[in-house]
């Protein structure tokens, strides 16, 4: 939870340079028109990928982040472009997804390594990743830049329609997602990805597979592909998937490149991967949210929905007229110097300013007027000093409706507390294990018998297998365990501020 970055912009920034240039595509040796040089997708990835953590973060295991990060050196040897530095992470995000930046920063969400079986079909969805990268698919779409600050997150509520909140998580999906490909782009990728996995020496038909997994989980997940999934941002169909198949089978191939000795190797990788965002980033308990790391507790009225971003949590009315969220704002115990020193970096006007107390709490708490895509939202802002930081509570509504937003945001407010011992005792998280199979096992079976907490839908997805299907002797099986939380040490590599909660 880092203060809001002033703009979430990870729309590409492909801008038309007035004077187009032309040059050949390294992957399929067209000339083109460049409508992105190699420095402006340089900067323009810079600031995405600062947005990208803000907005969800990496997967704190240092192993795992190696792991790929070592996968996809190995396939990024054979690229066909080589003036961009690959690089390779884990996002912390539920939705099955992956995506790349122009300049070679390429992302791979948690949700996604539930649903890979083997290092081949991570190995796959990585190459597909760099050649949309080698291909400069990204330079060849335009996107126009959007924002995600404060006056982004407020804009849902000044419709005060049940749509806004979907529209909202659509701007976001577009924003972080980059771009959805076009369909002939895709064909392109999945072509250059097959042939970059053959010359690392990795099976080709591995993609099929990730894409068929993908398929299940779509229809198993509501019937359709949630705004933040790996279908938003690269288009697929059955055909698709049976063009990609046929074609894969057609390619000569030969074992080569491999970090992992089998499959099993491979799933061992994973074993104790948060299932969900970890409990370390808070928890949603109810309409409470608890963070065991920064020691606070934080109470929404019953009815809302909540969601817990990397870089705030929000809650949001019913009706979606009205949104609070809670920040992190800064190191520090004057909540008057953050609040002053908030307002000139996002350029408010802040009015009725007063101290107050939340519990023994210092606080600031001010009103102020906020432009948004979708007409002016009226906000109460609140700072809140606690254990050296200085959280931000906004709450915000349609304009001139602020008086409602007042009582609530108050409310809200003085629910802010010490997280006490026996709430922190009760805090667990679900984490991704494995067991083996007895022979002639069902998954229902090994459920039963291992405390699995997914259904036997949800087991068949992850594991690419039919609920009733018979397990072999000693065949692994992901399942998802519920675990007490317990505080570890730092073990993601380094990555930039805007990434904050531990």
């Not at 690229?79 to 530095?85: A, E």
């Not at 884990?90 to 997804?97: A, Q, R, S, Y």
């Not at 072509?191 to 398929?215: C, E, F, K, N, S």
């Not at 030969?254 to 992992?260: C, H, V, Y």
Request: glycine share 8%.
């Amino acid at each position: 939870m880092r203060a809001l970055a002033p703009a979430f912009a990870l729309a590409l920034l492909l801008v038309l340079a007035p004077a187009c240039q032309t040059s050949v595509n390294p992957a399929t040796g067209r000339r083109e028109v460049l409508l992105m040089t190699a420095e402006e997708e340089r900067e323009a990835e810079a600031e995405a990928e600062e947005q990208v953590l803000q907005q969800f973060g990496l997967v704190h295991d240092e192993a795992l982040a190696t792991y790929v990060q070592q996968l996809g050196e190995g396939l990024a040897a054979e690229s066909p472009r080589k003036d961009v530095d690959y690089r390779f992470h884990v996002v912390e995000m539920d939705e099955p997804n992956a995506f790349a930046l122009p300049a070679g920063s390429i992302f791979v969400s948690r949700g996604l390594l539930l649903l890979v079986n083997s290092e081949a079909a991570l190995a796959n969805v990585l190459a597909h990743e760099i050649a949309h990268v080698a291909a400069r698919h990204a330079a060849q779409r335009h996107a126009h830049q959007s924002t995600f600050g404060l006056a982004t997150l407020l804009s849902n509520v000044s419709s005060g329609s049940e749509d806004s909140a979907g529209s909202r998580r659509e701007s976001i999906g577009g924003a972080y997602g980059i771009i959805a490909y076009a369909r002939n782009q895709e064909r392109e990728a999945d072509h250059i990805g097959q042939d970059l996995v053959v010359r690392a020496g990795v099976d080709p038909t591995a993609m099929a597979q990730v894409l068929r997994a993908l398929q299940t989980e779509r229809r198993r997940s509501e019937g359709y592909a949630p705004a933040n999934s790996y279908f938003q941002t690269h288009p697929t169909s059955l055909e698709r998937i049976a063009e990609n198949s046929t074609r894969a089978q057609l390619l000569r191939w030969k074992p080569g490149f491999a970090i992992a000795s089998d499959p099993a190797d491979f799933l061992r990788r994973l074993d104790g991967m948060p299932v969900q965002r970890p409990a370390s980033e808070g928890v949603i308990d109810g309409n409470q949210f608890l963070h065991p790391v920064m020691g606070f507790s934080l109470r929404f009225p019953p009815d809302w929905a909540i969601e817990n971003a990397n870089a705030y949590v929000m809650a949001r009315s019913p009706t979606s007229d009205q949104v609070v969220l809670l920040s992190l704002d800064s190191e520090g115990d004057d909540p008057a110097v953050a609040a002053r020193a908030y307002a000139d970096r996002e350029g408010l006007r802040l009015n009725d300013v007063e101290g107050v107390k939340i519990g023994s709490l210092d606080a600031v708490r001010g009103k102020a007027s906020v432009e948004t895509p979708a007409g002016r939202v009226d906000a109460e802002l609140t700072w809140i000093a606690y254990n050296g930081l200085i959280f931000r509570l906004v709450a915000g509504r349609g304009s001139g409706r602020l008086r409602r937003a007042e009582g609530i945001s108050r409310a809200i407010a003085r629910t802010f507390r010490p997280l006490t011992a026996d709430e922190r005792a009760s805090i667990s998280e679900l984490r991704l294990r494995l067991v083996s199979a007895r022979e002639g096992e069902t998954l229902e079976e090994v459920s039963n018998r291992s405390g699995n907490a997914w259904d036997l839908h949800r087991t068949a997805s992850v594991n690419g297998v039919l609920v009733g299907t018979k397990l072999a002797e000693g065949q692994i099986v992901k399942i998802a365990v519920r675990e007490v939380w317990r505080p570890q040490p730092p073990s993601a590599p380094e990555t930039p501020e805007a990434d904050l909660l531990p």
